[in-house]
Nanobody, 130 residues
Framework: VQLQASGGGLVQAGGSLKLSCAAS???????????MGWFRQAPGKEREFVGA?????????YYADSVKGRFTISRDNAKNTVYLQMSSLKPEDTAAYYC????????????????????WGQGTQVTVSS
């Protein structure tokens, strides 16, 4: 599985950005059993969970408390692409953002832990100026 993240950039505080993560390397139908997560890592800090979505017909969504109400994850099954719409951005949102994917094992599966993901995209830098 290959992941291609894009959409990062420089934005002023209060602004918006939309990140994309395109998945390839599997048949589209097989991605329905996968979960996709977004993580971020600022300089000198550990990688942290941002949000996640499952590919199921009725996708489940998970968000970190720090981004709830500001960030929205969505998906386009036909394109095998997941999006991270970021609004009301703050300087503390500045980080390299990574998408990752794994087989989703069901309700007991932890989509918030980076250690459980098998495939990672390259980071895309988001810088929020004050």
């Amino acid at each position: 599985v290959q992941l291609q993240a894009s959409g990062g950039g420089l934005v002023q505080a209060g602004g918006s950005l939309k990140l994309s993560c395109a998945a390839s390397g599997r048949a589209s139908s097989s991605f329905t059993t996968y979960g996709m997560g977004w993580f971020r890592q600022a300089p000198g800090k550990e990688r942290e969970f941002v949000g996640a979505i499952t590919w199921y017909v009725v996708g489940k969504l998970y968000y970190a408390d720090s981004v709830k109400g500001r960030f929205t994850i969505s998906r386009d099954n036909a394109k095998n692409t997941v999006y991270l719409q970021m609004s009301s951005l703050k300087p503390e949102d500045t980080a390299a953002y990574y998408c990752a994917t794994k087989r989703y094992l069901g309700d007991h599966d932890n989509l918030t832990s980076a250690a459980t993901y098998n495939y990672w995209g390259q980071g895309t830098q988001v810088t929020v100026s004050s």
